[in-house]
């Protein structure tokens, strides 16, 4: 199995809303990693686990809450958000650098939100 | 610091015809560097990568990468191109133990007829 899971593939959501993207690989992967895309740019790295603990955040506003609650399922918690934050977001992972790992990505076909 | 540049933001091709997008790298150390292809509302997809050993790496439906550490480049190819290959390709690079991927601007490659 070299996929990678993301649900919903759609969301709307209002400024005042709470909801959460979820993010599922079962490739033993203990790396997985939160990416915000806007149109025609490049991914924008977000954040890191490794080994189910946090080992990056860029920087992210407080508004995106990240989640691990094991080696197989990544989630990201969305309140309060603003139209700037309509995107398209990435789930991926991968080997652990330190173990190994040469830091190929998968990737999730990724969830489309739209904040109104 | 690593980062990658990608100088072209569309690259133009008539099916058949060979292709090349271009991608040049900058890091301290050696690069470990990738490719990913994005169609239209959908994830990235990795074509091929670069670690160690030959240069000519070859990926997946038909493309290929050759990495030149004189010229710090790692430009993707492929012999004979195909409208279906019309997407939008990003070259990505790490270094060390580095768990970040930068990812260039992207290049968008439209095949036609």
């Known amino acids: 199995d070299t996929e990678v899971t993301q649900t919903p593939k759609h969301l709307v959501m209002g400024m005042t809303n709470k909801k959460s993207l979820k993010c599922e690989q079962h490739m033993g992967h203990r790396a997985m990693y939160w990416y915000k895309q806007k149109a025609k740019k490049p991914p924008e790295l977000m954040f890191v686990y490794s080994y189910e603990k946090l080992s990056i955040n860029e920087s992210v506003p407080s508004r995106f809450s990240p989640e691990c609650p094991n080696s197989s399922l990544l989630n990201l918690h969305l309140h309060a958000l603003q139209p700037e934050d309509s995107a398209l977001y990435l789930c991926?992972?991968?080997?652990?650098?330190?173990?190994?790992?040469?830091?190929?990505?998968?990737f999730g076909e990724g969830s489309r939100l739209t904040v109104l | 610091a690593q980062s990658v540049a990608q100088p072209e933001d569309q690259v133009n091709v008539a099916e058949g015809n060979p292709l090349t997008v271009k991608c040049t790298y900058s890091v301290s150390g050696n690069p470990y560097l990738f490719w990913y292809v994005q169609y239209p509302n959908r994830g990235l997809q990795f074509l091929l990568k670069y670690i160690t050993g030959d240069n000519l790496v070859k990926g997946s439906y038909g493309f290929e990468a050759e990495f030149n550490k004189s010229q710090t480049s790692f430009h993707l190819k492929k012999p004979s191109a195909l409208v279906s290959d019309s997407a939008l390709y990003f070259c990505?690079?790490?270094?060390?133990?580095?768990?970040?991927?930068?990812f260039g601007t992207g290049t968008r490659l439209q095949v036609t007829l």
């Open positions: 990505a690079v790490r270094t060390g133990t580095a768990s970040k991927l930068t």
């Open positions: 991926a992972s991968s080997q652990v650098i330190l173990a190994g790992g040469n830091g190929e990505l998968f």
